[in-house]
């Protein structure tokens, strides 16, 4: 067999919604673009939503709508993709690295409380592989540190606290006692890249909690200006009759979805509930056939919370990183695509250059020491599944049981 690690699910239904948009003379940010967002804000119970071109332009643009630059600092974990902590450099404020749990991905959330100053504008949880954060433990420390909050403009003022923006790249259609992520941290950012659950090629999305004493419009405007060179008005606006007049507000950033894009988004919607039952199928399987030997996995559906099943992590107890890279060879030689997530961004040389060194942080490496992701998609068939079952555990007993 041939298994691939996550290839878009992608149907006549998108090829469809594509050639339309394709027909349409219209293929920029659009009607269909718009279409997204409300079937989006639908689909996450929140209010207001802007659909951009990757998950790291929304949270880029969140931080710039929330006035995040020199001086501030942003709290996130040293156990994600770089892309959660890009951004803080982009917007000049001061990255500030957490150590993961020494049994779980999320945030030391001690350490958290420990790192929190006056300086402390933004924390970023990330719902890794999909599995949501601690959210009320998260809001329980931020408001326990009010009394060191310095806002620097209205919109913090609003807030008077610590805010909390998620990196919910991977996450979309994750819930927590029946409530979708997207309306539970004040802000969120969701990646709609090739390899996600849900797919629009390349783009994402940025949410937010309604909150008194803020204007949705308000916001949605000022991502559209951040988005679109500051223009005054999108493409969309100026064929109305006599509406080509147009201002340039800021000098800012061109990061906007396309209507040819969102139209894989408007069929991939329409099919959501039954891709993520099939993810949620595929890991039962999986948890059933690997937990009983020993290999450590994720709990994606536990504690009210309830998984968007994006990745599934193992992790084979005692081996070292070669014994692990070997396990990952030998898949691939039997046709099985796997992956690691993710390498701790202490370990990358971007985060060296920026001060960061591992040591700080042993949990986050002995988490990715060991750490091997199985193919989870829902291209699997059921005969894919138990093959990529009966070869991991074929090829991992021998580590488990010397």
């Excluded at 332009?57 to 709508?65: I, M």
């Excluded at 929330?66 to 156990?79: F, K, R």
């Excluded at 959210?135 to 310095?150: H, P, W």
């Excluded at 250059?353 to 988490?367: E, Q, R, S, V």
């Amino acid at each position: 067999m041939n298994i691939p690690f996550s290839p878009p699910d992608i149907t006549e239904e998108e090829i469809n919604e594509v050639v339309d948009a394709l027909k349409s003379g219209w293929i920029t940010t659009g009607p269909k673009t718009k279409k997204l967002e409300k079937e989006v804000l639908k689909f996450t119970g929140t209010n207001r939503a802007v659909c951009l071109n990757s998950q790291t332009a929304a949270a880029e643009l969140t931080l710039r709508v929330l006035g995040i630059g020199v001086g501030d600092e942003v709290i996130t974990s040293a156990y994600t993709y770089t892309a959660t902590a890009s951004v803080v450099n982009h917007v000049g404020a001061k990255l500030i690295l957490i150590d993961t749990q020494e049994n779980s991905l999320e945030m030391d959330y001690v350490k958290l409380a420990e790192a929190i100053n006056e300086k402390t504008k933004v924390i970023i949880p990330v719902d890794l592989a999909g599995i949501p954060c601690d959210y009320e433990r998260i809001f329980d420390i931020v408001n326990s540190k009010r009394d060191l909050f310095k806002a620097n403009n209205k919109i913090q003022e609003n807030f008077n606290r610590i805010i909390v923006m998620a990196d919910t790249a991977h996450a979309f259609g994750a819930e927590i006692n029946g409530k979708k992520v997207g309306s539970i941290a004040d802000f969120s950012n969701f990646s709609f890249h090739a390899v996600k659950n849900f797919t629009t090629a390349e783009g994402g999305l940025a949410t937010w909690k309604d909150r008194d004493g803020l204007d949705n419009e308000e916001l949605y405007k000022k991502y559209q200006l951040l988005s679109l060179h500051g223009q005054s008005k999108d493409a969309l606006s100026k064929t109305k009759l006599g509406s080509w007049e147009y201002d340039v507000i800021g000098p800012w950033f061109k990061c906007n979805m396309t209507d040819v894009l969102a139209s894989i988004g408007l069929a991939q919607i329409k099919r959501y509930e039954k891709l993520l039952k099939r993810r949620e199928d595929i890991i039962k399987k999986y948890d059933q056939a690997f937990r009983p030997l020993g290999i450590k996995t994720l709990d994606h559906f536990a504690n009210g919370y309830k998984s968007s099943g994006h990745l599934y992590l193992t992790r084979i107890p005692n081996i070292n990183g070669d014994e692990r890279n070997k396990i990952i060879e030998e898949m691939a030689k039997r046709g099985i695509a796997c992956n690691v997530h993710y390498k701790p961004l202490p370990l990358l040389t971007a985060y060296k250059n920026l001060g960061f060194d591992i040591k700080d942080y042993p949990n986050a490496y002995n988490h990715f020491v060991n750490e091997v992701t199985l193919p989870l998609h829902t291209k699997l068939s059921d005969k894919e599944v138990d093959y990529v079952i009966e070869n991991y555990i074929d090829i991992v007993t021998d580590y488990i049981i010397r």
